[in-house]
Structures are given as structure tokens and as C-alpha cells.
């Protein structure tokens, strides 16, 4: 079985230019997650999604940043416009959830984002 | 809000050899899941154990074990005939249980680097 897919691994663009991370969750899995790790701040929580609607945004730094889940197979985090300080490694994750129980998150490889 | 803390930055162990990386966390929950994850420096997030607070039983899962203390919030992972392939940074991770209000977040200490000489 596949796990979670991320791409692209590497995305290096100038400030000002917009930034589409993309996701292939775990088929079967109802709860996807993105996360973000720096140096400074280490590893956090930016949104989450359950059954493809927007569940927690409380993480996502400003309006700059936005996702979306139109179905259950795929997810976007768009950065718009990217600035310097969005450097980062942006994890996908994703679980089961039932019963308002998440199951263990699986993580994908990462996208490390460097903008100039 | 809940809070994990792992206290040692790097930590090394010899081939073959035993060494405990330690983490402690705050809740005020009596439902929830710790985990430890490895991230290798291809940075992949692997899930090495995971422990159910509602569980007396430390998890083990073959060389990698935890010591889960849940009066003193303590939930340290121990990794015995240390391998080189076990280079890689550590992270405790906390997360609430069912009807928590988090939804499932996890919160993440600051990491432990772990160095295996050969």
C-alpha cells in the first residue's frame, strides 16, 4: 500500500511567486494534516481536514497561506505570495478518524520550500 | 494548552549499546497517545512506538521500548543494541483522545538528535 504522497519533494521560487504544495493521502484514511517544520519553531500543526471539510485552520500563520481538500484523495497548500520566512519543510499526514478518534497519523516525505 | 518537552538536545550511544532519550509532557487530559517518531536525514517522519495513556503495559515493539510514567508525565523511549541505521533525530509527540478538543493535533517536543557510533 502506497503512503502518503507529497510533491513536489523540493520547490525553490522568489518572493512574491506563488507556491502549490500537493498531497496524496493514504487510501482509506478520512483525516489529513499539514504540518510545517522550521528551525525556530520546529514541528506545527497548520490545518486540519476530516471527511475532506476544514476542521482546525487555528495554525496557519495568515492569510497568505490556504488548502483545500476537494476530495479525499488529494489536498493543496497554497502560499500567495511566498515570502523568505515560509522557508520550511511542509509535511502532509493522514489517519483514520471515527467516532471523534484519530487513529496514528502517517507521514509523507516532505516538501522543503526555499524562497528567495 | 499541552506541552512536550524533551530536555536533551543530542544524545550518542556506541553500536550495540543501550541508551534512553527522555520526554516529558503537560495535560491536564487523562485521555490520550504519545508516540515517538524518528526523522533520518532523508527527513521522512517515522513512527518508531506509540503508548495509550489508558495503558499500564510500556509498548514495545522489538528493540524499541518506552517507560511510561503517567503520575509524573514522563514517557521516555528506550533503544537497546543500538544500530547505526537508529541515526536520526527523535521526536515525542502528544496527542488527545477521543472528545478531546484538539482534533487530533499533535503536539511535537523539540527534538533529540542521536548519534550511534560504529
Redesign the interface.
Known amino acids: 500500500d502506497a503512503g502518503v504522497i507529497q510533491s513536489p519533494r523540493h520547490e525553490v521560487t522568489e518572493m512574491g511567486q506563488e507556491v502549490t504544495l500537493r498531497c496524496k493521502p493514504i487510501s482509506g484514511h478520512n483525516?489529513l494534516?499539514w504540518?510545517r517544520q522550521t528551525m525556530m519553531r520546529?514541528?506545527?500543526?497548520l490545518i486540519?481536514f476530516?471527511n475532506n471539510v476544514p476542521?482546525?485552520d487555528s495554525g496557519m500563520p495568515e492569510d497568505r497561506f490556504s488548502a483545500k481538500m476537494p476530495n479525499a484523495s488529494f489536498s493543496t497548500l497554497k502560499i500567495q505570495p511566498s515570502e523568505p520566512r515560509d522557508s520550511a519543510?511542509y509535511?502532509c499526514?493522514s489517519?483514520r478518524?471515527s467516532?471523534?478518534?484519530?487513529d496514528?497519523?502517517?507521514?509523507g516525505?516532505?516538501t522543503?520550500l526555499t524562497v528567495l | 494548552a499541552q506541552t512536550v518537552t524533551q530536555s536533551q538536545p543530542e544524545m550518542s550511544v556506541q553500536e550495540a549499546e543501550t541508551v534512553t532519550l527522555s520526554c516529558t509532557y503537560d495535560t491536564s487530559e487523562s485521555d490520550y497517545y504519545l508516540f515517538w517518531y524518528k526523522q533520518p536525514p532523508s527527513r521522512q517522519m517515522i513512527l518508531v512506538i506509540r503508548q495509550e495513556a489508558y495503558k499500564q503495559q510500556n509498548a514495545t515493539e522489538n528493540r524499541f521500548s518506552v517507560n511510561f510514567q503517567k503520575a509524573a508525565k514522563s514517557f521516555s523511549l528506550k533503544i537497546s543494541d543500538s544500530q547505526l541505521g537508529d541515526a536520526a533525530m527523535y521526536f515525542c509527540a502528544y496527542r488527545e483522545g477521543a472528545g478531546g478538543t484538539s482534533y487530533g493535533k499533535l503536539t511535537f517536543g523539540q527534538g533529540t538528535i542521536l548519534t550511534v557510533h560504529p
Open positions: 483525516s494534516f504540518y520546529g514541528l506545527e500543526l486540519y476530516n476542521i482546525d519543510v509535511f499526514a489517519s478518524t467516532g471523534g478518534s484519530t496514528t497519523q502517517y507521514f516525505p516532505g522543503r
